[in-house]
């Protein structure tokens, strides 16, 4: 992309805890005790000098005392504690903190509340009339040559024509040719592209054709078909100026924690927000995160696919969501936190999904549906999950799990979150909520466990990654994550880093 960079954090095991209360050598009574203290937690108890917390800490019966129990117990004696807070660097003064957020959901684009599908026939002909409405308004242009309904064709026998239609089927010949079956508002038809047409761009455009995709058809029309010679999908505008913020301030992107999952990266989720405290590298791009963008698979969920009881350490989903609210408690006050829902969390399994309810997420964030729209400091972001990436994948013949940066243009080139219906569950509701209306600014998607990301036509397109482990299906599916790797967006520079955390 050219203005990309990766940087390496390493970790940095020095804490110091605010003090309370009576003075006491903690570490010693607790080797007194017989209980032993792990090296990270040791360091923090050197400046715990509360005999309350000492006695909490004994009372937890544990052989071994580690961070993570202590960072717990001091969250909830927040009584005790006046002010519980690990200071990552006192020398850290965030920028960010300075600036009021600057957000704006766009809730006519969202689900969340407004959903009133009842699945009946009625609701699935709305569903497509609206998506076929809209995405053909972007193909409506002047031409060489007349733009007619499919209805009106047979008129023009031996004339060229452009129709706009939505591919129904789609089959070779005997003869080797690909054989479409078309439909608009007005009727059906059928249309060839002859495979020794000697037009090798059309052959390879042809290659790309998905089932329910909008497309401009050009071509010469025969009584029983017509013959294609040029293929057009609604696509993003090619010239267009990139936005940038006024303010020097950044966004985090992340998604698929998988909270509750034997497969979750804890350790380096914390260096994560270690460094956006402003402990290790890059200490100036962490005092400018001022939003953190999560696209869906919070929590690794119930019952998503057979036997998945097997991969997890939590099986109590609210429990899981408090593990995430218990990291939400670790993100800066002046971060602003907008989070949509994946195929993995608490809500209706098809698409678009509303946001998560506040029964899962009492922290003070944004909820938004998945889709959603949210424009932040004047730059408009298409937050999606990404589940449609999978049916995508599997149809489009030079799509991979490596590259998807890749398979999210396929979105933008055919103005539509999910091309082929069925490929991922779909609720037909009397709006598409998947149909891209206007082109964003950034597109933010994750799903997929991969970090992919590319400028295509001046709309950044970014994948988060993952903070799970690859699991046992994707070792069987040869597909390789890159875990715990988190694209910084300075949105006034429109320059995109890439923080590793692994060590």
């Known amino acids: 992309m050219g203005s990309h960079e990766y940087v390496r954090i390493f970790e940095n095991k020095s804490y110091s805890v605010i003090k309370t209360g009576g003075m006491v050598n903690s570490l010693s009574v607790l080797v007194q005790n017989g209980i032993r203290v792990s090296t990270d937690a040791e360091e923090m ?13 004994i009372k937890l019966n544990k052989p071994m005392i580690t961070k993570e129990d202590l960072e717990t117990l001091l969250r909830k004696e927040e009584t005790i504690v006046e002010k519980v807070d690990i200071l990552r660097s006192s020398d850290f003064n965030p920028i960010a903190k300075e600036y009021s957020p600057d957000i704006e959901v766009l809730h006519a684009k969202d689900i969340t509340g407004k959903s009133r599908t009842r699945g009946e026939v009625d609701d699935f002909v709305s569903y497509f009339k609206n998506r076929y409405e809209r995405i053909s308004r972007m193909l409506r242009a002047p031409g060489r040559y007349p733009q007619m309904d499919l209805g009106e064709v047979k008129r023009h026998v031996g004339e060229r024509v452009r129709v706009i239609v939505t591919v129904m089927e789609k089959r070779d010949t005997q003869k080797g040719n690909l054989l479409l079956e078309v439909e608009d508002l007005t009727g059906r038809f059928k249309i060839i592209i002859t495979s020794n047409s000697k037009n090798e761009k059309l052959e390879e455009k042809s290659k790309n054709i998905l089932l329910d995709d909008i497309i401009a058809i050009t071509g010469k029309v025969f009584e029983p078909f017509m013959i294609a010679e040029d293929i057009e999908w609604p696509d993003i505008p090619v010239l267009r100026e990139r936005k940038f913020s006024e303010l020097d301030v950044a ?41 953190m963008v999560v696209a869906g698979d919070l929590v690794d969920g119930i019952g998503i696919y057979p036997n998945q009881e097997k991969e997890l350490v939590v099986k109590d989903i609210y429990k899981q969501y408090d593990m995430f609210e218990d990291f939400l408690e670790k993100i800066p006050d002046y971060v602003e936190v907008i989070i949509s829902p994946g195929n993995h969390d608490a809500v209706r399994r098809g698409e678009p999904m509303p946001a998560i309810p506040t029964e ?73 909520y998947l149909v891209i209306d206007d082109p964003p600014d950034i597109l933010h998607c994750g799903h997929v466990h991969r970090n992919g990301y590319m400028l295509y036509r001046g709309t950044l397109v970014i994948n988060s990654g ?38």
């Open 45 to 57: 108890l050197k400046n715990i000098e509360d005999q309350e917390i000492v006695d909490k800490l």
């Open 251 to 291: 966004t985090v992107y992340i998604s698929d924690l998988h909270f509750g999952s034997k497969y979750f990266l804890d350790h380096y989720l914390n260096l994560f927000v270690d460094w956006i405290h402003g402990k290790g590298e890059a200490k100036e791009l962490a005092g400018k995160v001022k939003y």
């Open 360 to 432: 899962f997420i009492k922290n003070d964030v944004i909820r938004v549906g998945n889709p959603s729209t949210v424009i932040i400091e004047g730059l408009r972001h298409l937050i999606y999950h990404g589940t449609s990436m999978d049916s995508l994948i599997a149809a489009l013949p030079n799509a991979s799990y490596s590259h998807p940066e890749k398979v999210m243009t396929e979105y933008l080139k055919r103005r539509h979150l999910s091309p082929i219906y069925g490929g991922n569950l779909i609720i037909p509701e009397k709006v598409d």
């Open 466 to 503: 993952t903070f799970q482990d690859r699991t046992d299906y994707q070792m069987k599916q040869g597909h390789v994550p890159t875990p715990a790797m988190v694209p910084v967006y300075e949105m006034k520079y429109g320059r995109l880093r890439t923080l590793d955390f692994k060590v």
